[in-house]
């Protein structure tokens, strides 16, 4: 369509500029910020937490995103909790990432929705309270009406279903990576369908705790801003062989949980650390 | 965007059955398209006759919304219907469909539109040819797909074309396939086979019995890069099962007509089957989406027009699959 080509130009170059000036903030600053730390000061650098995004996202329905922590957890000083925000998703909040001291290393990876050229932050809350965040610009359209995939029956079945992977042996007192997986469709009640004119309720999860023999490794609060079958990948320390217990709850009140044994030498699949 | 219709002939060598294309056709499509009809309708799309009585409008190796025209569409002629197989990217493509008919086959109605799959640069054009005595037909997860995905597609028509289109654009099929339906136009039949998931949770494909044409659309992707939205699994049985049926004349929704038959779906399935055992060797080895997405699939990159813009949302969609595997 030769006439619509003129448009399209004319936007990319407009979002090519936008994204060269301070404007990328104004979301952040016309409310976004203050709507979740108030007044409080965040100090914006790479030097505690680093976000990773890619630039531009393919399937903005299923974007990875990881985030590295610089600190240890120490005891005594650590990161207590990670917001992750896209600042133009309908819900700028994906999710409330709670670390512990037993995490070893508060690094997260996810595959969230991302609905506009925007910005992503991670924001690193501090056992003492103070804030740092990581900022990335990502590239991406429609993320959060469309599907990541569209083989519905199949997301369906499986609805539920839980997978927690671990590396094959374990090192006793040092950060070990974890997988969990959850099969959910993660409706986010933006789907219109177009014959009926009605949206599609949404059903997603909402809370996720995972625990080492009874002891909380890692939890969070998800909204529709993480991407459909959630999956999560994080570290925790096993000072012994056990259970590793994640309880996940959607919002129709809807509970799942699995568990699954380590040990030191265990024969499960491993996980790479990239 | 690009429109090369490049040829990737190298990577044939050594299988002689497979090894040829005919150059020639590509005249005969511009004999064929100034040949003037009885219709005064304009414009009319130009269309080819790959077999009797069967005629498609190639479509440009080109981004959907980006550019128009970029699906293969086009139609049957019986002796009493036509069937049209597939209406283009916008209501103007549609009608200029329609004028091809015209001109082709004066005096036969068009009784039936055939949706291959919910993809707008298959479907968008159906409203030209929404009227009394006009059937839709598509698989039975076609109206699901519509009602789910129809909003997403009407936003990206707004967002990258600036389109304004309105819901009626989606025109929902009427009568769907569960299995198998056989459509008689009058000295033909077709058969629609509503395949499981593969390209899309929906695929139809469609054989002429008079001319054993087998229209795939997008079952079958050649020199454009393949879009995988529902089941690298599904898809690799699908061709599988395929190959062993006796065709005469393949039409991709993608890419040349001249592909021989079995031949035109190897490259596919070898790209198919290398993204599904890098991205299995990638979840057993433990790497993170991210990771593979990088890794996965390269040494296909310089074999697929449009590779940079589909791949990696290939991968992705293979690993969100793969990783459920037991």
């Given at each position: 369509m030769k006439y619509a080509s003129l448009p399209f130009t004319v936007l990319v170059l407009l979002c090519q500029v936008a994204s060269a000036t301070p404007d990328q903030d104004a979301v952040w600053l016309g409310g976004l910020k203050a709507a979740y730390f108030g007044d409080r000061?965040?100090?914006?650098?790479?030097?505690?937490?680093?976000?990773d995004a890619p630039i531009r996202a393919e399937n903005a329905a299923l974007v990875p995103v990881s985030i590295k922590a610089k600190l240890p957890q120490s005891g005594d000083r650590y990161i207590k909790t990670v917001y992750l925000i896209v600042d133009k998703n309908p819900g700028a909040l994906v999710g409330k990432f709670n670390f512990t001291p037993k995490s070893g290393r508060a690094d997260l990876e996810l595959r969230i929705r991302v609905n506009a050229y925007t910005p992503v932050r991670a924001v690193a809350e501090m056992s003492d309270g103070e804030l740092h965040m990581s900022r990335r610009f990502v590239k991406a359209s429609g993320g959060c009406s469309a599907p990541a995939g569209t083989d519905m029956d199949a997301a369906m079945a499986r609805l539920g279903k839980m997978k927690l992977k671990t590396a094959e042996e374990l090192t006793e007192g040092e950060p070990n990576l974890v997988q969990l997986m959850v099969s959910h469709p993660n409706f986010n009640g933006m789907q219109m369908d177009q014959v009926t004119?009605?949206?599609?309720?949404?059903?997603?999860?909402?809370?996720?705790?995972?625990?080492?023999?009874?002891?909380?490794?890692?939890?969070?609060?998800?909204?529709?801003?993480?991407?459909?079958?959630p999956n999560f990948r994080f570290y925790f320390v096993p000072d012994s062989e056990g259970e590793l217990t994640a309880e996940v709850i959607d919002t129709n009140d809807l509970k799942f949980t699995h568990s699954s044994g380590v040990s030191f030498a265990s024969s499960t699949k491993g996980l790479a650390q990239n | 965007?690009?429109?090369?219709?490049?040829?990737?002939?190298?990577?044939?060598?050594?299988?002689?059955?497979?090894?040829?294309?005919?150059?020639?056709?590509?005249?005969?499509?511009?004999?064929?398209?100034?040949?003037?009809?009885?219709?005064?309708?304009?414009?009319?799309?130009?269309?080819?006759?790959?077999?009797?009585?069967?005629?498609?409008?190639?479509?440009?190796?080109?981004?959907?919304?980006?550019?128009?025209?970029?699906?293969n569409v086009g139609f049957i002629v019986g002796e009493r219907c036509v069937a049209v197989i597939d209406s283009g990217g916008s209501v103007e493509e549609g009608a200029a469909l329609r004028c091809a008919i015209e001109r082709k086959a004066p005096s036969i109605p068009v009784c039936y539109v055939i949706n291959s799959h919910v993809h707008p640069d298959h479907v968008f054009g159906n409203l030209a040819f929404k009227a009394p005595g006009v059937e839709f037909i598509g698989h039975k997860n076609l109206p699901r797909a519509m009602s789910i995905l129809g909003g997403v597609f009407l936003e990206r028509a707004q967002a990258q074309a600036?389109?304004?289109?309105?819901?009626?654009?989606?025109?929902v099929p009427e009568r769907t396939v569960e299995d198998e339906l056989r459509l008689d136009l009058g000295g033909r039949v077709l058969l629609l086979k509503a395949h499981p998931s593969a390209h899309t949770d929906h695929d139809l494909s469609i054989f002429d019995d008079k001319t054993a044409t087998l229209w795939l659309a997008d079952l079958l992707f050649m020199d454009h890069v393949p879009v995988l939205d529902a089941s690298i699994g599904g898809w690799i049985a699908a061709l599988t099962e395929l190959r062993g049926q006796e065709v005469r004349h393949v039409v991709p929704g993608h890419g040349p007509l001249d592909g021989s038959w079995p031949c035109a779906l190897d490259d596919l399935l070898r790209y198919l089957s290398v993204v599904r055992d890098e991205t299995r060797d990638a979840i057993a080895r433990g790497d993170s989406l991210r990771s593979a997405q990088e890794r996965v699939g390269r040494s296909e990159s310089a074999r697929w027009q449009l590779f940079d813009e589909y791949h990696q949302r290939n991968v992705a969609r293979a690993f969100s699959e793969l990783e459920w595997e037991d």
């Open positions: 000061a965040i100090t914006e650098s790479d030097d505690v937490v680093e976000l004119r009605l949206y599609r309720p949404a059903h997603f999860v909402r809370q996720v705790r995972v625990s080492f023999e009874g002891e909380e490794i890692f939890s969070a609060e998800t909204t529709i801003g993480v991407s459909e079958n | 965007m690009t429109k090369l219709r490049s040829r990737h002939d190298a990577v044939h060598t050594g299988r002689t059955p497979c090894a040829t294309r005919w150059p020639w056709l590509a005249c005969l499509v511009v004999l064929m398209s100034s040949n003037a009809g009885a219709s005064q309708c304009e414009p009319a799309t130009p269309v080819f006759e790959l077999a009797e009585g069967v005629f498609v409008r190639t479509g440009k190796t080109a981004i959907v919304f980006e550019d128009t025209e970029v699906a600036g389109r304004a289109l309105a819901a009626d654009y989606l025109v």
